[in-house]
């Protein structure tokens, strides 16, 4: 009896011994794993550092950006620098801020990684206007797109705050989007540059808890748009545009402005990264291209209706419109009568 007592306390122990291994092993494991993501992600970061393209980047502290001759980005209008972002306009109404580098975009296959802000004390849609980043032909232009002129050469990409077209419209703002311009396309403000906008999302950028992000990649003709304004540090799809053709030897920028509607808009930073990119023969042998296309361009055409008319000013057209009728009738049948009456005369 007393040995099978024994055995069985053996047992039990021998138990428990492989359970805490079992546990410690385990502990273990999920420890290397975790090491691991780490240090992969730490060296992801790494490997992204090292094609960090300064030259081209606006980062902390800001060095290399004023009015002298060695600076690599000039500010424009009511842009100024702080310690924590570049602020391109106030919250103020009529205001108008940009920043451009002075070097030429010479990458063929790049990402742009830009963390902005824009904020204010106007409450939902009566804020404005947002903000663009550019990459054109043209640099320190005054204009009435975003602060950047109109019927630019090169890529524009907009945070729209507020909505100029018919509020009913199938989109909810804040709205980014992206637009190719050749010199002769015109950014149609009214409707919110619709009729030339290549793709877009909705994305909560505006006095946002979290930090907002825009991710731009170009690599072979194909540009790809993301956002990440959620907090949760991962991009989301907000467009793609394949056979996008874009020159080299532009500038990058960022401008905003403000009407009589306005915000705090910032740059905190614009970082510019160098893509690895193989190519066949073939594709390194593709035409230079001089003018910004899209090889399909009609796949993004919008058709924008025109505005109806609302339901009072329907009553009031037809009532000036009947009012209108009737006093035609009695100055004719005025008229009328008159000339009745002089042919009357006649007789006698």
Not at 143 to 155: E, R, Y
Not at 261 to 266: A, E, G, Q
Not at 273 to 281: K, N
Not at 327 to 341: D, I, N, P, Q, T
Request: hydrophobic share 40%; charged share 25%.
């Amino acid at each position: 009896m007393a040995a099978n007592v024994s055995e069985l306390n053996m047992a039990r122990l021998r138990s428990s011994v492989f359970s805490v291994l079992r546990l410690d092993l385990l502990r273990q494991s999920l420890c290397v794993l975790v090491a691991f993501c780490v240090l992969t992600q730490a060296e992801q970061q790494e490997f992204l550092e090292d094609f960090l393209k300064r030259e081209f980047s606006l980062v902390k502290p800001y060095r290399g950006l004023g009015f002298s001759s060695s600076s690599q980005w000039d500010l424009m209008g009511t842009a100024m620098v702080t310690p924590d972002h570049v602020r391109l306009t106030p919250d103020q109404q009529s205001r108008q801020g940009a920043v451009w580098s002075r070097i030429p975009f010479v990458l063929r296959d790049w990402e742009l990684r830009v963390h902005f802000k824009i904020h204010g004390i106007g409450k939902k849609n009566l804020n404005g206007d947002g903000l663009a980043i550019w990459l054109t032909r043209d640099r320190m232009q005054n204009g009435p797109v975003f602060g950047n002129m109109n019927q630019f050469v090169g890529l524009g990409l907009f945070v729209d705050t507020y909505p100029n077209a018919d509020k009913t419209h199938d989109r909810t703002f804040p709205y980014v989007s992206v637009m190719l311009g050749n010199g002769t396309l015109t950014y149609d403000h009214d409707h919110d540059g619709r009729t030339t906008e290549l793709g877009g999302c909705t994305a909560m950028t505006r006095n946002s808890i979290y930090d907002t992000f825009l991710l731009v990649r170009y690599s072979k003709n194909k540009l790809t748009l993301m956002v990440d304004v959620d907090g949760k540090q991962e991009w989301r799809d907000c467009a793609e545009v394949s056979g996008l053709r874009l020159p080299t030897g532009y500038y990058l920028g960022a401008s905003s402005v403000t009407g009589d509607l306005s915000d705090n808009h910032d740059i905190i930073s614009m970082k510019v990264y160098q893509l690895t990119v193989e190519r066949t023969p073939e594709e390194e042998e593709e035409e230079v291209v001089t003018i910004p296309r899209v090889d399909d361009m009609y796949q993004f055409q919008v058709d924008v209706e025109e505005e109806g008319m609302s339901g009072l000013q329907l009553f009031f057209t037809l009532l000036f419109s009947v009012l209108g009728l009737a006093v035609l009738a009695v100055v004719g049948l005025v008229l009328y009568g008159r000339w009745k009456e002089n042919k009357r005369k006649r007789f006698y």
